[in-house]
């Protein structure tokens, strides 16, 4: 069962920009997305970016001035705002989100989108 809806993957060249979004899908209920994260070939999945307890947002080193997270509270929708990609940001990227049952959270990712800078 998708319970997370992520769009905007592709293919784009290096320099180019991207947004990506996520939300919760029809059945999504009590889910809210928290983040991005993403996996490169033969490499580990990653932290990209993520909203913190205190209200701030964090991002890797390697995105941080290229990269912008931000949320639409109306929409229960996060997007990533990608600028200046280059050939090393090509990876699987994937959405964080907590997932509230009564007393316990749920961390649950979504499906996963491509995005492959190419020239």
């Known amino acids: 069962q998708v319970q997370l809806v992520e769009s905007g993957g592709g293919l784009v060249q290096p320099g180019g920009s991207l947004r990506l979004s996520c939300a919760p899908s029809?059945?999504?209920?009590?889910?809210?997305?928290v983040g991005w994260y993403r996996q490169a070939p033969g490499n580990k999945r990653e932290l990209v970016s993520t909203?913190?307890?205190?209200?701030?947002?964090n991002y890797a080193d390697s995105v941080k001035g290229r990269f912008t997270m931000s949320r639409d509270n109306a929409r229960n929708t996060v997007s990533l705002q990608m600028n200046n990609l280059n050939v090393e940001d090509t990876a699987v990227y994937y959405c964080n989100a907590n997932k509230y049952l009564g007393a316990t959270t749920e961390n649950i990712w979504g499906p996963g989108t491509q995005v492959t800078v190419s020239s």
């Open positions: 909203f913190t307890s205190s209200g701030t947002t």
């Open positions: 029809g059945s999504g209920f009590n889910i809210y997305p």
